[in-house]
C-alpha cells in the first residue's frame, strides 16, 4: 500500500515537467520568432542609371555591375519601412514604390510580395494611389500611377522603347500599361490569374509569369491590343504536372534562354529553369543549394542574379546554368552570411524547443498514468 507521501512525488514531477513545457514554449516562441526576424535580400532591380539595387527589409543596397557596394539607401528616406510589391528606377534617378499603405488583417501581410492571399478586392479608396514617385536623394515624392489602387503586390517595367511603364496588377489579375508620368493607357481583359514579372523579350513581346494559369504568357505590348496573348510558354509537357507550376518570376537572358522561378503551391521553394529560346529543346531544372528560396531573377551581361532570402544570398549563374561566386563585396556577402548563421542557429534552438515539449508532454502523460495506477492500487 502507498502513502500519501509517496503519491505526492508524481505531483512534484508533474510540477517540474509543467514548468519545462513552459520554458520550452518560451524558448520556442523566442527562437522561432528570432528566425523569422532574419530576412535577407528579397528584391532584384537593375536601375536605369545601370546600377544593380538589391532590396533588403529596411534599405536598397547598390552596386555596380561587378559587385561592388556603393550607397545604402534606406527606404525611410520615402517614408516606408519595408518594400512590398516591386520598386524601379528610372535614368533621371526617381524610384517609383508602394505608399505605405494599410495592408489589410493580420496575416494577410505572410510573404506580401508575393500572390499568396490576393483576394482582388483589397484596394485604397477610389481617389487615392498606391504609388509614389522620390527623388532617390531624398525630397518630396508625389502620388503616382491613379489607376493602380491596390494593397497586394505588384510588378513593374519600364520599356524605353515604347516610352511606356507596364504593371502587373497580380491581385486584380490583370496588366496595366501606363505612361512614365503614369497615366493609365490600356488595360488587359481577361486572361491573367495572379500575373507576376513583366518583361519585354527580345521579340518585343511582354513577358508575363501567368503564375495560376501555369505558363508563361507573351502578350502585345502595343496599346491598341494591349494584353493580347500571342505565344505560351509551359514548364511541364502534361497537362497533370502543369497543375503543380506555379511560375513566380521570369527573366530573358541574353542567349535568349527564358529563366523561370517555379514556386509550389505556397509560392515558395521554388524550383530554377530555363526554357530555351526555340522551344523545342527540354526544359532544364538548374541546381540550387539545400533550402534555396529564389524570388526575383535579374539578367546582367552574360550573367543571371538570382536573390534568395531563404539561404539570403544573391547567387550569380553563367548562361549554361553554373553557379558562380555570389554577387557583391565581401563586405556585403560576409554580412548576408553572419546572418545566416544567425538563422540557423536559431532555427535549431526552435527545433529542440519543439523536441522538448514533445519529451516534456509524453512524460507528463505517463506521470498522469503512473500516479493513477498508484492510486489504484491503494
Known sequence: MRTSRQLGKFDRYALLAGLGLLLAFALWWWSNGSAHAVRGPTHLQLGGDGRVYVGLEQELVVFNQNGVQQERIPLSRFGVDMLVGDFLIDKQRRIILRRPVGDGPPGKGLRVYMRKNGKGIDEVPEGDTALQRCPLQGGTCEPFAPAFRSTRTFKLWLDEKRNALFLADTAQHRLLRLSRDGELQARSEYGYRFPNTVQIGH???????????????????????????????????SELDRRSDFPAAAAEAADGTLWVIDDDHHMANGKLLMLPANGTAQTLEIEQPSGADPTAL????????????????????????????????????????????QKRVMRALSYFAVALLLALGAALIALNILQRREQQAA
Open 298 to 341: 535579374l539578367a546582367i551581361g552574360k550573367r543571371m542574379l538570382v536573390v534568395d532570402p531563404g539561404r539570403l544570398e544573391v547567387r550569380q549563374y553563367d548562361l549554361n546554368g553554373k553557379i558562380l561566386a555570389p554577387f557583391g563585396d565581401a563586405a556585403f556577402r560576409s554580412g548576408l552570411e553572419s546572418q545566416f548563421l
Open 203 to 237: 521579340d518585343g513581346l511582354l513577358y508575363v509569369a501567368n503564375t495560376d494559369f501555369h505558363r508563361i504568357s507573351a502578350v502585345s505590348p502595343e496599346q491598341a491590343d494591349f494584353g493580347t496573348v500571342r505565344d505560351e510558354r509551359f514548364l511541364s509537357d
